[in-house]
T-cell receptor, first 111, second 114 residues
Framework: SQQGEEDPQALSIQEGENATMNCSYK?????LQWYRQNSGRGLVHLIL???NEREKHSGRLRVTLDTSKKSSSLLITASRAADTASYFC???????????WGLGTSLAVNP | NAGVTQTPKFRVLKTGQSMTLLCAQD?????MYWYRQDPGMGLRLIHY???????AKGEVPDGYNVSRLKKQNFLLGLESAAPSQTSVYFC?????????????FGQGTRLTVV
């Protein structure tokens, strides 16, 4: 069963705008990860945030984690057309290293 | 550094045929996974392995078998393909250390069963 639920399912913005995607999950976690998938390609890891962290940055990416609300958000600042992709959150909840995936947010950045 | 390599990239099978998908990683990762990705369903775990010689069932294991005879390889077999197995299959691997479970993915195998 899916643990993460991304919101919105689809997002369309103009180049230069910021894009925010949210992920909610159901159980306690060790960490939460965000991945990007370009059309027809494999997933690429973007950022990992541990359960004891509240915010993390990587370039134009900013991830927040609120364990009390069981939610995370991914912010992409100053978006580019190349950011067009699907974004997935995945949670690591146990000792067997299995990730539990959300259904993804499809982001379209229009030039 | 090739990372995770899947073969083949595309395949068309007739119902009832069998095939094996190969996943190879050169990062010395302990953990390997096979997922399928269908529209609107996200990634669903088929089988996974926590080390050479071990395998375990994921969410949707029926109709699939796996083997991990060598640490770097993880094979996914379809014994008797069905149209419901039409999907894109992804292999992934991850390090078993305590630093986290970042997964590295292959480019996918697009399988069509007719």
């Amino acid at each position: 069963s899916q643990q993460g639920e991304e919101d919105p399912q689809a997002l369309s913005i103009q180049e230069g705008e910021n894009a925010t995607m949210n992920c909610s999950y159901k159980t306690s976690i060790n960490n939460l990860q965000w991945y990007r998938q370009n059309s027809g390609r494999g997933l690429v890891h973007l950022i990992l945030i541990r359960s004891n962290e509240r915010e993390k940055h990587s370039g134009r990416l900013r991830v927040t984690l609120d364990t009390s609300k069981k939610s995370s958000s991914l912010l992409i600042t100053a978006s580019r057309a190349a950011d067009t992709a699907s974004y997935f959150c995945a949670t690591d909840a146990g000792n067997n290293r299995k990730l539990i995936w959300g259904l993804g947010t499809s982001l379209a950045v229009n030039p | 550094n090739a990372g995770v390599t899947q073969t083949p990239k595309f395949r068309v099978l007739k119902t009832g045929q069998s095939m094996t998908l190969l996943c190879a990683q050169d990062m010395n990762h302990e953990y390997m996974y096979w997922y399928r990705q269908d529209p609107g369903m996200g990634l669903r775990l088929i089988h996974y392995s926590v080390g050479e010689g071990t395998t375990a069932k994921g969410e949707v294991p029926d109709g699939y078998n796996v083997s991990r005879l060598k640490k770097q390889n993880f094979l996914l077999g379809l014994e008797s393909a069905a149209p419901s197995q039409t999907s894109v299959y992804f292999c992934a691997s991850s390090y078993s250390g305590t630093g986290g479970t970042e997964a590295f993915f292959g480019q996918g195998t697009r399988l069509t069963v007719v």
